[in-house]
Antibody, heavy 120, light 106 residues
Framework: QLQLQESGPGLVKPSETLSLTCTVS??????????WGWIRQSPGKGLEWIGS???????FYNASLKSRVTIAVDASKNELSLNLRSVTAADTAFYYC????????????WGQGTLVTVSS | DIQMTQSPSTLSASVGDRVIITCRAS??????LAWYQQKPGKAPKLLIY???NLESGVPSRFSGSGSGTEFTLTISSLQPDDLATYYC????????FGQGTKVEIK
């Protein structure tokens, strides 16, 4: 059973870079069985897909965030990372690490989420 | 980008009622649609995948139907534990969520 755990600063200043790490246990992030991704949810709002990584293939980003986002994998640490540059208050949200649904799977796994507040 | 539109945004129903939530895609997504339940302070939980398949462990009062652009999630007999917000998600081309339907118990 996969387990995902997000970690990183809970407070980021405007114009700086938000950096989060997702540590995966119970399976390998190098597995081709999963699309690994980040999803966020502003307080009281809906869910927004940020981007995804499929090992050995490529990375996909939400067009609305593409210019500011980088998702990467450190296979040696079994970790997925998220960097979001030039943040504003609108980036304040719960950030979730998850495996995403696709045609080759019928289940998914989510981390518990971590709240990041953008404020000076 | 594929847009997902849910209705209603909020619904209030009594225990035992049949509840139906609708999700419409801006273009055909075949049956690549999932439904999630999210309770306050928790991550979303998968209920239905590929439009009509019940995730293991999910109560049988939940069901999904539809294909193409029109989909529904039905709760056959609403229970107090079903108080939550429900989201549809397409995974035909990238991933997009509906805006959510908050279910309240009368």
């Amino acid at each position: 059973q996969l387990q995902l755990q997000e970690s990183g600063p809970g407070l980021v200043k405007p114009s700086e870079t938000l950096s989060l790490t997702c540590t995966v246990s119970g399976g390998s992030i190098s597995s081709s069985s999963y699309y690994w991704g980040w999803i966020r949810q502003s307080p009281g709002k809906g869910l927004e897909w940020i981007g995804s990584f499929y090992y050995g293939i490529t990375t996909f980003y939400n067009a609305s965030l593409k210019s500011r986002v980088t998702i990467a994998v450190d296979a040696s640490k079994n970790e997925l990372s998220l960097n979001l540059r030039s943040v504003t208050a609108a980036d304040t949200a719960f950030y979730y690490c998850a495996t995403l649904m696709y045609s080759g799977t019928n289940s998914d796994f989510w981390g518990q989420g971590t709240l990041v507040t953008v404020s000076s | 980008d594929i847009q997902m539109t849910q209705s209603p945004s909020t619904l209030s129903a009594s225990v035992g009622d049949r509840v139906i939530i609708t999700c419409r895609a801006s273009e055909s997504i075949s049956d690549w649609l999932a439904w999630y339940q999210q309770k306050p302070g928790k991550a979303p939980k998968l209920l239905i995948y590929r439009a009509s398949n019940l995730e293991s462990g999910v109560p049988s009062r939940f069901s999904g139907s539809g294909s193409g652009t029109e989909f529904t999630l039905t709760i056959s007999s609403l229970q107090p534990d079903d108080l939550a917000t429900y989201y549809c998600q397409q995974y035909d081309r990238y991933w997009t969520f509906g805006q959510g339907t908050k279910v309240e118990i009368k």
